[in-house]
């Protein structure tokens, strides 16, 4: 049982993005809720906002910008960065599909302190 278990651990990201009608949204899903908290916080907060999106594996292969569902929600309302951009970040920055590894956490937060560092609107 173990050996499915991780088949199909190993296997689900290939196959909700093959297929994506085989993985219906339940009524109940919880990203509802925090999308629509996001929307609130968004809607309320005067404080200057940065996001970054943070791109797993698949995604940095593919040169596919991450969060794209999230995107809708906050541009223009928030400054975001996305870390796909940075120059130095690749799939050697990875410990598995989605965690940085040293390299990839040290790139992380000279981003991050980099973001922080520069004038933003919005």
Not at 11 to 24: E, G, I, N
Not at 31 to 56: G, K, V
Not at 77 to 82: G, L
């Amino acid at each position: 049982s173990h050996v499915f278990y991780l088949i199909r651990r190993l296997t689900w990201a290939k196959r909700k993005q093959l297929f994506p009608f085989m993985q219906p949204k339940l009524p109940d899903d919880p990203a509802d809720d925090w999308i629509r908290s996001t929307q609130a916080f968004l809607d309320q907060s005067s404080a200057r906002i940065i996001w970054l999106l943070y791109p797993d594996r698949h995604e940095t292969e593919t040169q596919s910008l991450p969060c794209n569902d999230l995107r809708a929600y906050i541009t223009g309302r928030a400054h975001i960065v996305d870390v796909i951009h940075g120059n130095g970040w690749a799939t050697d920055c990875y410990s598995d599909d989605i965690h940085p590894n040293s390299h990839g956490r040290k790139f992380l937060a000279d981003y991050i302190a980099k973001a922080l560092a520069e004038p933003v609107t919005a």
